[in-house]
Nanobody, 124 residues
């Protein structure tokens, strides 16, 4: 059973940084792509970024490009979302997702497994 567990969310001031973690378990993820999505109140869930577990170049939404970075730790089976220069518009619940394909996707329906989400609130 694949499980994804996010952590690291919280309250931060605008301009600050946070690092989200996604601990993956249940199988080998070497052939998977891992994505991050977010959902703000009253809005649809949107793509943030993704990268193949095996190490292809990451792919980011324009709204976070240059500010967010996705990395992974093979030994810990964990994917990270490093967020810098945070803005109030980044406030959302952030979700980690796994796709059973090595190519990254940016559409919600392309992902097969989801975490429970972690809240990020950026104050102005």
């Amino acid at each position: 059973q694949v499980q994804l567990v996010e952590s690291g969310g919280g309250l931060v001031q605008a301009g600050g940084s946070l690092r989200l973690s996604c601990a993956a378990s249940g199988r080998s993820f070497s052939s998977y792509a891992m994505g991050w999505f977010r959902q703000a109140p009253g809005k649809e869930r949107e793509f943030v970024g993704a990268r193949s577990w095996s190490g292809s170049m990451p792919y980011y939404a324009d709204s976070v490009k240059g500010r967010f970075t996705i990395s992974r730790d093979y030994a810990k089976n964990t994917v990270y979302l490093q967020m810098t220069s945070l803005k109030p518009a980044d406030t959302a619940v952030y979700y980690c997702a796994a796709r059973t394909h090595f190519l990254v996707g940016h559409i919600e329906g392309e992902y097969d497994y989801w975490g429970q989400g972690t809240q990020v609130t950026v104050s102005s």
